[in-house]
């Protein structure tokens, strides 16, 4: 195992010479991810290159419908990455679930298979430890195109992990200054394309026009970058924990750079508003965090790990860093 | 649109009996459950529960918002956690006083979780941690309202002893696996009437908003006449845990027994009860004339798995030609569904969707927490004086499963006669159960648990 591992380290390190900024350069402006499930079906997404740059994260105080912890607006520079130009749809994250679900094998045949592996020494591969299985249907009647829905933050982490392991590169989730930035794509505006929210319903799933449900993903107008439904249809998990003055903190550097939030918390931030959002809770500066309720699906105590029954108005989209490849140590 | 969706993980909700081990035989040579013995026993606790009744004894009596009000755990699963916090939120005047569970330490980590949510609710002592088949005696005594939510078997038996004690009831469903047990639930039923006590069902659909201003609708005739209703709970397997060493086969089967038909009563009951028991509101309460059922094991044939089955099937049909088709299944990497879909002369609706289409397209947008709501209504319910017991439709509605299940393992058609005129009860009887006994099932040598054969196996 040892051995293995410092092959694997000498390899990354290797790898992050030659990813150095000359190379990041050459960093393809959008590719299309494809991936063999075991079952051998292919599935793939689409993915583009986000600029590095720096923007002015939060609202004015003169924005309708602005709250307190969108404030201070404060300056953050951001490395390149790659983001998904779609939420991720229920047919990857089914995929996901029916190869990782945790009561998929017989116990015995896993305690077998683990001793297998301990003694070839490498217990640290194909170990990710997916979800339990639902008590109900995780799609919640929606068709295989739509977004996946109902994953706790855990969950979803758990999918970007799977996702890694499937294609070779490190998915995560986009942090909170990250979707912002994308969700702006270039601008000031309240809704990235204008400050008009009769504008909205060009570009979102929204109350205006989604029927009270999710639609399927990437079928509005995309923003100036090429992403699809960053406002609407689904929120969107980001890596941060929530803190009602992560504004605050981040405000101190000029500019806050690549900011993470903070660094413990107990609620995570899910941004761009969803299929039932009015015009300001679609705001591109908006944040949303997990309240209490989005758990009262669940009966049970201890409540799931992942899931959060009946909340088919949370999801995901997943981002990649662009200038260094990550090792997991 | 399909919204129902729950979290399993955790719903290992343990088994608590007690009594004598009398029936150590397997399922396949055991009585009908209708002995002189069984009889007067069954018998004897609904005369003396009448008994009791017509002393009058009430509920106590609480002022709102000032005196405590004494709540006890039977079952320390994952759920019955769940239902303690859902009671102590619904009145801040209400404390755990007692919990038993088949295992202490089960007893132990759902005492620290509550204590943690709810600290200055939680008093239970060590004294008032209670294990094994007999501490929901205890805790009965200890409580003015016994949440109960184990192995469904004892559902009855724990309901019917906390009513006669005079105890306000919260029961998880199904109430009752088998015939035997949704009479004595009836029993149960009634008895908290006479002696207005309140009785609450975990059966939640009753209690959702949405699905009931769906079901309004319907029976106003939004879409119709009812012609047929489809029924899904299509998802995963109840979670399997791995056997810890040093169980006993009768612990074993205790800390998983949704696997296990003599505990949990299988899948017809367990999961179909909700969407059955939506169907059944939807058509006023009508009962089904008979049905018939499939079911079997397809991949869930594991000894992990112990002796149910992992899809099953029911018609139903009704007086007046109304069918019922419904659908359950544990399976993996297989379509999951889950859905209340009633099919109308002029339209149709989804009740857990909360949908109407018809003439005029219509739907629910709110949300709420039925699982709340319930215990919200019990503690008004208990505060006020006027008693809420929902006997009535959870009875109904478990009979209705029982019949369905027991149609898939014999294989024959069913009638709503033959299944409320049999005493059948999968052994032994609950008050029989005890520490130590043998279980009545065991894994042959290869570690497989019979299962029944339809066509071949009796039971009524």
């Known amino acids: 195992m040892n051995m293995s591992r410092t092959l694997i380290y000498a390899t990354c390190l290797a790898i992050m010479i030659a990813a150095s900024p000359a190379a990041s350069q050459e960093m393809p402006k959008k590719y299309t991810e494809t991936f063999a499930t075991e079952n051998g079906a292919k599935l793939s997404f689409d993915v583009v290159l986000i600029p590095g740059g720096t923007f002015v994260m939060g609202s004015p105080e003169s924005e309708a419908g602005r709250q307190d912890h969108e404030g201070p607006q404060h300056k953050v520079h951001l490395q390149p990455f790659y983001l998904c130009t779609t939420e991720t749809t229920l047919e990857l994250f089914l995929a996901y679930y029916q190869e990782t679900v945790s009561a998929k094998k017989d116990f015995f045949e896993m305690q077998e298979a683990k001793k297998d592996e301990e003694q070839a020494g490498k217990e640290d591969v194909h170990a990710i430890t997916g979800p339990t299985p639902v008590y109900g249907d995780l799609t919640m009647g929606y068709e295989e195109t739509h977004p996946a829905i109902g994953m706790t933050w855990h969950n979803a982490t758990v999918f970007c992990k799977w996702l890694s392991q499937k294609t070779g590169k490190s998915y995560r989730l986009p942090t909170e200054a990250e979707w912002e930035y994308a969700g702006r794509a270039g601008t000031t505006h309240v809704f990235g394309f204008g400050d008009d929210p009769n504008g909205l319903v060009d570009v979102a799933w929204c109350d205006d026009n989604a029927d009270g449900e999710t639609q399927p993903v990437g079928k509005k107008r995309p923003n100036a970058w090429g992403l699809y439904d960053m406002l609407g249809n689904v929120c969107e998990w980001v890596h941060d924990f929530y803190s009602p003055t992560t504004y605050q903190e981040a405000a101190k550097d000029n500019p806050a750079v690549n900011p993470r939030g903070p660094e413990t918390g107990k609620v995570h931030v899910a941004r761009g508003g969803a299929y039932h959002s009015t015009a300001e809770e679609l705001r591109c500066a908006a944040r949303l965090f997990e309240e209490d309720w989005w758990r009262s699906g669940d009966p049970q105590i201890p409540k799931s790990k992942w899931w959060l029954p009946d909340m088919d108005f949370i999801g995901f989209r997943v981002a990649r860093s662009a200038e260094t490849v990550k090792c997991a140590p | ?460």
């Open chain 2, 1 to 460: 649109m399909a919204r129902s969706q729950q979290t399993q993980e955790s719903r290992q909700e343990a088994a608590v009996g007690r009594g004598l081990g009398r029936f150590t035989s397997s399922e396949s040579d055991k009585g009908t459950g209708t002995s002189r013995r069984d009889f007067l026993k069954t018998s004897s606790i609904v005369a003396s529960a009448t008994a009791l009744g017509t002393l009058g004894i009430g509920p106590g009596v609480f002022a709102a918002g000032s005196d405590i009000i004494r709540v006890g755990m039977v079952g320390c699963g994952g759920r019955n956690a769940g239902a303690a916090a859902q009671a102590l939120t619904a009145d801040s005047g209400a404390r755990l006083v007692a919990m038993c569970d088949i295992f202490m330490d089960r007893v132990k980590g759902k005492r620290k979780i509550l204590k943690e949510q709810k600290p200055d609710q939680v008093v239970v002592d060590n004294d008032h941690c209670f294990a094994g088949f007999d501490g929901y005696k205890h805790v009965i005594e200890s409580s003015d309202v016994v949440l109960i939510a184990n192995a469904a078997k004892f559902h009855p038996l724990h309901t019917m002893t906390a009513i006669q004690a005079g105890k306000h009831v919260f029961v998880e469903k199904p109430h009752g696996i088998d015939p035997a047990g949704v009479k004595l639930m009836q029993h149960a039923a009634r008895l908290a009437e006479q002696k207005r006590l309140c009785l609450v069902s975990g059966l939640h659909s009753r209690y959702h908003t949405g699905y009931g201003e769906t079901v309004k609708r319907i029976q106003d005739g939004a879409i119709g006449d009812v012609i047929a209703i489809e029924e899904n709970f299509l998802r995963g397997p109840y979670g399997v845990i791995p056997r810890k060493e040093g169980l006993s086969e009768l612990q074993w089967q205790c800390s998983t027994q949704y696997h296990f038909r003599w505990l949990s009563g299988d899948d017809v009951p367990q999961s179909l009860v909700h969407n059955l028991d939506r169907a059944s509101w939807v058509l006023h309460n009508e009962v089904p004339v008979k049905c018939h059922g499939l079911g079997g094991r397809s991949s869930m044939t594991q000894p992990i798995y112990g002796n149910v089955f992992d899809h099953h099937s029911v018609v139903y049909e009704l007086d007046n030609g109304v069918r019922i088709y419904a659908f359950c299944r544990t399976t993996t990497g297989c379509h999951n569904d889950s859905s209340s879909t009633v099919l109308g002369s002029k339209g149709k609706a989804s009740v857990t969707g909360c949908r109407i289409w018809g003439d005029t397209n219509w739907r629910w947008n709110g949300r709420c927490n039925p699982y709340q709501i319930e215990h919200d209504v019990l503690f008004k319910a208990i505060r006020s004086g006027e008693p809420v017991n929902n006997g009535d439709y959870m009875t109904r509605s478990t009979m209705v499963t029982v019949m369905g299940q027991i149609s898939c393992y014999t294989g024959k058609e069913i009638t709503w006669d033959q299944i409320n005129q049999s005493d059948f009860y999968y052994p032994p009887k609950p008050e029989d159960c005890h520490d130590g006994m043998e279980p009545p099932v065991k894994p042959n040598a290869h570690g497989i648990y019979p299962v029944p054969k339809p066509g071949f196996t009796k039971m009524i």
